[in-house]
């Protein structure tokens, strides 16, 4: 089963779901790895490219499942969940979705800010559409930052309350959502 049904995600949904996970959760470790890395080290620039690579595989990732969410809604939050947790992960859900396109598109801006572009797996380059501009550059540093490590939190909230709601609660949350 491709599409979502009323009780459960199909394939393609689990697929986006733990595709894009993964490369967030990459990308978490992979940005507080490099952060710590002097310029001159290798590995400071190898990991620069592939952050920046990976992070427009989630951009498009994300345009991808919001498409899918167009054409195949997702199935409705479980009954048993109390009037705050449907809150809850609504509203977690609309952060998590935000950020797929905040953190991407604010790490565009700070590649490309000197108006040049950078490479996507040594394939091809992305080209710096934008002018250069300094204060545009600052603003988007502090958003990328920002909203990355706001992101930690709403992963671990989001990751804890499904693991929460199929261990403890026996709702089989986290059953809809694995293959």
Not at 56 to 73: D, G
């Amino acid at each position: 089963m491709l599409s979502n049904t009323a009780n459960g995600y199909g394939l393609v949904s689990k697929l986006l779901h733990w595709l894009i996970a993964c490369c967030i959760i990459g990308l978490i470790g992979l940005g507080w790895w490099m952060v710590g890395l002097s310029y001159y080290d290798t590995w400071y620039h190898r990991g620069l490219e592939l952050h920046r690579a990976i992070g427009i595989v989630v951009l498009l990732m994300a345009t991808v499942f919001v498409v899918w969410k167009i054409l195949s809604p997702s199935p409705g939050l479980q009954n048993e969940l109390k009037p705050w947790e449907k809150l809850g992960a609504r509203v977690a859900h609309i952060l998590l979705l935000a950020a797929m396109f905040v953190i991407p598109l604010s790490g565009y801006v700070i590649s490309t800010s000197s108006e040049s572009g950078f490479t996507f797996f040594d394939l091809f380059e992305i080209p710096a559409i934008l002018p250069k501009s300094e204060s545009s550059r600052d603003l988007a540093i502090a958003v990328h930052y920002y909203i990355a490590y706001g992101l930690v939190a709403v992963v671990a909230v989001h990751a804890g309350a499904a693991i929460k709601h199929q261990l403890i609660d026996k709702h089989g949350t986290l059953r809809r959502m694995l293959f």
